[in-house]
């Protein structure tokens, strides 16, 4: 790696502009200016921008699907060292260089402080508890039913015991279902507790607390019913990055919830944990093996991976052993068995075994999950025109907003991409041409009779949040209007020209589907390999499926896909277990 390459790999605009440019303004801040400086601080900048939360100048450097490495590391680590604006731990500079991790100061800032944090509530002494009142409760709530492990009663229990619990699952291993349970154990313990529900995005709260209202509360009618997202609860400030609760100014809770935790970036987690006061308790709910945040970091998986003693100091394993009580791996899945075929694949897809899933999905036996060749993009339009016209029809025909909605959320096709021919973008035209040649709907108008949209930001005054999906109808009077299901059960309509930003959404990429449920879904893979393309990306979308799953895809690229997982660099499990 030389700047010539750095220069190289910029006009293939793998490296931005703007990695360009910080790499030259922290070259002419140094006292020592050199290569290795403008190189290094190139790479940081790359890095992060990709999701990282660092850059390991020691070891071979992933850029695109290219493999690379530091000429003369030690040299470089040394170099580096003796700039001005390169600092080590404790000091305030640019730039922090912590063995051979390089970070930009305010993840490593962030990284520290979630770390920290983390460590003193493993430290904090267990809670008072009736232990004879939780044990009737538990029993009450989990009643024994075979001499199976019930792992959902163990993650109760864990969160009741402990100031701070992570229970991880899959899809339909009762991650909701299980915290309502919580929730209602220590309302049991004490009545006056004051709780707040929160997740990253609108779509999950909104799904959090529609969970709350429909299930049956066996001990109490406390339960919290307005969630939050995390932006709301912290209280966001208009045009900056800091938020009304922090530090100094902390939540008045005394227990904190967080739903879909997989999806919560490394600087939001540090600012949210700093905000909940020592005292308080926190839950946080996700799927370690689920697509990580769109932000820079993996905060849940880093904290799983650490107490599993993955990729951390051999020296660590008596905290490692202290973390691991306080995590739950959630096993059964209640929507689809280990020995269903969409279970089997679930799991051979986790552990990146590409020629028993595809065996699983080529074989006869199983009618709910199937493959199919890519076809290329010139015959897409006929081969897709089935599936479409089949998977859309029920919810055109339906006659009630409540009707249509619930048909609509019966069938979706996934796109592993926005761009390119397979991609979100292109595949939400191709249908709406089908639909309006078969007279289905009239695509030819901006608004249309049963156009689908997704809203793509927040507006808290409609409380209609980014990812919550709607339909344009004709009602009574003649008037097109934009439908959409509350938490609530009931159905709310807008004026389209009042919504916030949003589009069409026939198709969506696998990201957005996150936390989603669809009766039968179609995957659509690309032609080619991409570095989104990965384990967790092919095991998030076909787990959105409940019934039927169909991949379009190459096999070369669906192998290839299996074997690239999510890996962030980060130092976090590594502080955790200091």
């Known amino acids: 790696m030389n700047l010539e390459l750095i220069n190289v790999l910029h006009e293939r605009e793998i490296f931005s502009d703007l990695d360009i440019h910080f790499a030259q303004f922290i070259n002419q801040l140094s006292d020592y200016p050199s290569e290795f400086l403008q190189i290094a601080a190139t790479l940081v900048s790359y890095f992060t921008a990709q999701g990282h939360i660092c850059v390991d100048l020691a070891a071979p450097l992933l850029i695109e699907n290219g493999l690379y490495e530091i000429h003369e590391p030690a040299v470089m680590l040394a170099a580096l060292k003796l700039c001005n604006v390169v600092g080590k731990v404790g000091e305030y500079k640019p730039l922090i260089l912590e063995q051979s991790r390089l970070y930009l100061y305010r993840y490593w800032d962030y990284e520290q402080s979630l770390a920290q944090q983390i460590r003193r509530r493993l430290a904090m002494p267990l809670p008072d508890i009736d232990q004879a009142k939780l044990q009737h409760d538990l029993n009450l709530l989990f009643p024994k039913l075979d001499e199976t492990v019930d792992w959902q009663r163990i993650a109760a229990e864990t969160a009741i015991l402990y100031p701070f619990c992570i229970i991880s699952g899959g899809p339909g291993t009762g991650k909701t279902s299980t915290v309502i349970k919580i929730l209602q154990l220590l309302f049991s313990q004490n009545p006056q507790l004051n709780i707040a529900l929160t997740a990253p995005t609108g779509k999950a709260a909104a799904r959090l607390q529609e969970t709350i209202s429909q299930t049956p509360h066996l001990i109490n009618h406390q339960l919290p019913q307005e969630t939050y997202t995390i932006h ?11 938020f009304t609760y922090n530090a100094q100014n902390q939540l008045p809770y005394d227990v904190i919830v967080v739903d879909e935790a997989s999806m919560v970036d490394l600087a939001l987690m540090a600012k949210l944990v700093q905000a909940i006061p020592i005292t308080a308790r926190l839950i946080l709910l996700g799927d370690k093996d689920q697509l990580a945040s769109v932000e820079a970091g993996t905060v849940l998986g880093d904290i799983c991976a650490a107490a599993l003693n993955e990729n951390t100091l051999e020296n660590s394993t008596e905290q490692a052993n202290i973390l691991q009580q306080h995590i739950v791996l959630l096993q059964k899945n209640y929507r689809f068995s280990e020995d269903s075929s969409i279970g089997q694949l679930a799991k051979a897809v986790r552990l990146g075994r590409a020629e028993q899933a595809l065996a699983l999905l080529k074989s006869p036996r199983y009618d709910a999950i199937h493959w199919s060749p890519l076809v290329t993009a010139d015959r897409l339009l006929a081969t897709l025109a089935k599936n479409v016209i089949q998977g859309f029809t029920p919810y055109l025909q339906a006659q009630q907003p409540a009707e249509i909605l619930a048909a609509f959320e019966q069938f979706r096709i996934l796109c592993a991409l926005r761009q390119g021919p397979y ?78 930003a949003h589009e069409t959404v026939y198709a969506m990429t696998i990201h957005k589907s996150q936390g989603s449920e669809f009766k039968n879904i179609l995957l659509l893979l690309p032609e080619h390999d991409s570095p989104v393309l990965t384990r967790e990306l092919i095991y998030t979308g076909m787990t959105r499926a409940k019934q039927t799953l169909h991949i379009w895809g190459n096999e070369k690229i669906f192998k290839t896909a299996l074997t690239q997982r999510i890996q962030r660099l980060s130092g976090l499990g590594r502080t955790i277990l200091q």
């Open 423 to 500: 991609g979100v973008i292109a595949m939400n035209r191709l249908i709406e041409h089908i639909l309006t040649t078969q007279g289905k709907i009239k695509g030819n108008y901006r608004w249309y009779h049963g156009r689908p949209i997704m809203i793509t930001r927040n507006d808290y005054t409609l409380k209609l949040y980014n990812g919550d999906i709607g339909i344009i109808l004709w009602n009574e009077n003649n008037e097109l209007l934009a439908y959409f299901p509350s938490p609530d059960g009931q159905i709310r309509h807008f004026l389209p020209n009042r919504l916030p």
């Open 232 to 242: 709301r609860l912290l209280g966001s400030l208009p045009h900056s990055p800091y």
